[in-house]
């Protein structure tokens, strides 16, 4: 069983080093049979389906980048501060890992079932990150309001929308950042990537979409 479990995660290796260098396109089983020195049936034991294997290299993904907001949040005191870290480091993953962050969200082209029973299901990952946010967006509401001065009152959403649109102008930034689209629109000298001042314009950024969504910072 042990020498079983060393070749599927061999296999999942394989892939996750694929899916970081060629992107999705190349995460064929055959390829990833070939690269892992199996015959090109062997995949089939652990993974029947392509999906069930992408979803395999989803758990991998999404497992760090949730190590990675474990993190880039320690030690920062308050929700909003917290939520800006997340932010960062969400389109800093984006711009670093296109292909694993291409696959992870995809969920039309994953396998959501549970595969084996060590694997919790993608649903299973997702879902506490988003659930993340959405605390993070409540406590923050918590704080703001003691930071508010006496009699005034904002009218907002429910948490789970305004993490909702928090997130989705987030992911909307890291795609067209790495597409190229929003650094030409912007005029700056940015790329697919990072570096040359694009930092601060990321930074700018997330700090505008925050005060978008959550208001801006009380003086």
Known sequence: MERENSLRDRLIDVGVDLVMTEGTGSLGLREIARRAGVSHGAPRRYFPTHHSLLSAIAHRGLADLKDRFTAVTSGIPSARGQLEALGKAYI??????????????????????????????????????????????????EEDKVALRPGTTRDLPPPE???????????????????????????????????????????????????????????
């Open 92 to 141: 800093g993953y984006a711009l670093e890992f296109r292909g694993m962050f291409e696959l992870l969200l995809r969920h039309d082209l994953l396998d959501s079932r549970q595969n084996a029973s060590d694997q919790p299901r993608l649903r299973e990952l997702t879902l506490p990150l988003f659930g993340t946010i959405v605390e993070l967006v409540a406590r923050h509401r």
């Open 161 to 219: 929308i305004s993490a909702g649109l928090l997130w989705s102008n987030l992911h909307g930034i890291a795609q067209l950042w790495a597409w190229g689209s929003l650094p030409l629109a912007l005029g700056t000298a940015g790329t697919a990537g990072t570096g040359s001042g694009d930092d601060g314009v990321l930074d700018t950024l997330v700090a505008t979409a925050l005060d978008t969504h959550l208001g801006p910072v009380n003086p």
